[in-house]
């Protein structure tokens, strides 16, 4: 089984831009740079033969080169305690775009609709027991955080390894856009 999901990874100046942000919380599991990327869609484990479907979907979109820019810092909570740490993006009607037809390629390939609404991001921290008291002075701090626009150009089939020290990314496709 592959645990797969599709989404754009972080060009190199920003990657370092991303990782200033990374200190200032203790007992926090910070994201390795080299794993930063924004998510279009979670697909989660699934055999060969459905990727080889997802793969031949995903490589059939045809969607225009679009800027994005990573600004303010947030976060998902579970409950009261955080979950996740993020830098997002504005939803522009490109990003939107994009996202739209990955869902509908991925609907296509055999699997199940996403029901979570899409909140573009990128994922900073994964905290354990961070109550919002704890995590306030960061965000206060990295409130004026933005990081310069950047072009993106192609959009990427990842493999999730899963591992004890952390995740690990690989690419299994690329999928330019004119």
């Known amino acids: 089984m592959l645990r797969l999901f599709v989404g754009i990874p972080v060009p190199d100046d920003i990657r370092a ?9 203790h007992g926090v599991r910070w994201v390795k740079p080299e794993n930063f990327h924004l998510t279009l ?16 979907t995903l490589s059939g979109i045809h969607a225009p080169r679009f800027e994005m820019a990573l600004s303010e810092i947030g976060f998902f909570e579970n409950g009261r305690a955080v979950r996740a ?23 296509r390939a055999g699997l199940p609709p996403e029901a979570r609404k899409f909140r573009p991001h ?24 933005r990081a310069p626009p950047f072009e993106v150009d192609r959009f990427v089939l990842f493999r999730s390894h899963l591992k004890r020290e952390g995740a690990h990314y690989e690419i299994l496709a690329d999928y330019g856009l004119p």
Request: charged content about 25%; proline content about 6%.
């Open 17 to 25: 831009a991303l990782e200033g942000l990374c200190h200032g919380l």
């Open 41 to 56: 869609r979670f697909v989660g484990e699934v055999d060969e033969m459905v990727a080889e479907d997802l793969d031949a």
């Open 122 to 145: 990128v994922t900073l921290a994964r905290p354990r027991g961070l109550s919002h008291e704890r995590l306030a002075p960061y965000l206060e701090t990295r409130a004026g955080f």
């Open 85 to 107: 740490i993020w830098a997002g993006a504005e939803k522009t009607p490109p990003l939107i775009h994009l996202h739209d037809k990955v869902e509908s390629a991925t609907v």
